[in-house]
């Protein structure tokens, strides 16, 4: 059974900073393109960005809004992804949710893990 | 990238058919056959109902189809149940190798 598990939400004071982590399993890891979508108490779904898989050179692509400030990174070894987020700005408060991207779809979700910037 | 544009709430009565229009660009919806359709329940997570425009993963009734035409995509539920009821995204891949969703459609079962 596909899993994915998110990690490392909370509370953080604007500028600040914080890493989210997800963990896979019941896939291999190795062969997808990860990605990281967020949602926004009441809004809609945001996509952040996305770490290609080793084939494609774990090459990493980012949504204008968090370029510069957000970097995802994966580790193989520990089938895991993550975010980390710098500058943080109370707009980025969110539901940070990893997504497995199969084709150009995302096929599989985790929960989802909360983010809150507030002073 | 700005957000593909879908209208804020569709309703139909138990039965009807309801089509979700899904209005991008020649960037992303009119550039690439890499439309998907997403359902998310209230306090749920988004679940995969259409990728590639028109084709339905394993699992997700018959009832959902999709299409396009130019820059707009749409997701159309024939045979229209209180379970559908849900807000629905669209999502396209980009030229510029990012992915955008859409603004999101309320879907209400009257």
């Known amino acids: 059974e596909v899993q994915l598990v998110e990690s490392g939400g909370g509370l953080v004071q604007p500028g600040g900073s914080l890493r989210l982590s997800c963990v896979a399993s019941?896939?291999?890891?190795?062969?997808?393109?990860m990605d990281w979508v967020r949602q926004a108490p009441g809004r809609g779904l945001e996509w952040i960005g996305r770490a290609r898989n080793k084939v494609n050179s774990y090459i990493t692509d980012y949504a204008a809004s968090v370029k510069g400030r957000f970097t995802i990174s994966r580790d193989d070894s520990k089938n895991s992804l993550y975010l980390q987020m710098n500058s943080l700005k109370i707009e980025d408060t969110a539901v940070y949710y990893c997504?497995?991207?199969?084709?150009?779809?995302?096929?599989?979700w985790g929960q989802g893990t909360l983010l809150t910037v507030s002073s | 990238q700005s957000a593909l544009t879908q209208p804020a709430s569709v309703s139909g009565s138990p039965g009807q058919s309801i089509t979700i229009s899904c209005t991008g660009t020649?960037?992303?919806?009119?550039?690439?056959?890499?439309v998907s359709w997403y359902q998310q329940c209230p306090g749920k997570v988004p679940k995969l109902m259409i990728y590639d425009v028109s084709h339905r993963p394993s699992g997700v009734s018959n009832r959902f189809s999709g299409s396009k035409s130019g820059n707009t995509a749409s997701l159309t539920i024939s045979g229209l149940q209180a379970e559908d009821e849900a807000e629905y995204y669209c999502?396209?891949?980009?030229?510029?190798?990012?992915?955008?969703f859409g603004t999101g459609t309320k879907v209400t079962v009257l």
């Open positions: 020649s960037s992303d919806v009119g550039a690439y056959n890499f």
């Open positions: 999502s396209s891949h980009t030229g510029s190798d990012t992915h955008v």
């Open positions: 019941g896939f291999t890891f190795t062969d997808h393109y």
């Open positions: 997504a497995r991207l199969t084709g150009m779809s995302f096929d599989y």
